[in-house]
């Protein structure tokens, strides 16, 4: 079993950033491959970013790429999210999820991820 916490949303304006934090209780964190989704009112939730067991794969959504950094730190049982340059689009609130067995060709994919957090919200203003 493996419970959830995420942190570190607010409201920043837009081109500002934020680090989004995730942290783990159980002794299976590093088994765990990790994404981040998030799920804007209304909508269905997204995939944002995934690392892998190894934090050496490293998964994007295409609008995030090269704004956003994922991170582990299995010491701390802990899994970032680096956001930069956000926009009014990456307004949300923002999910942790953990997996075992996650496969690369199934990281974007809500339903491998058996562990989630409560979620964190984000805003962003003009």
């Known amino acids: 079993q493996v419970q959830l916490v995420e942190s570190g949303g607010g409201s920043v304006h837009a081109g500002g950033s934020l680090r989004l934090s995730c942290t783990a209780s159980?002794?299976?964190?590093?088994?765990?491959?990790m994404a981040w989704f998030r799920q804007f009112l209304g909508k269905e939730r997204e995939f944002v970013s995934s690392i892998d067991t190894s934090g050496a794969i490293t998964a994007y959504k295409d609008s995030v790429q090269g704004r956003f950094t994922i991170s582990r730190d299995d010491a701390k049982s802990t899994v970032y999210l680096q956001m930069r340059s956000l926009k009014w689009e990456d307004a949300a609130i923002y999910f942790c999820a953990a997996g075992e067995h996650v496969s690369q060709w199934g990281r974007r994919n809500g339903e491998n991820y058996g562990f989630w957090g409560q979620g964190t919200q984000v805003t962003v203003s003009s």
């Open positions: 159980g002794r299976t964190f590093s088994r765990n491959a």
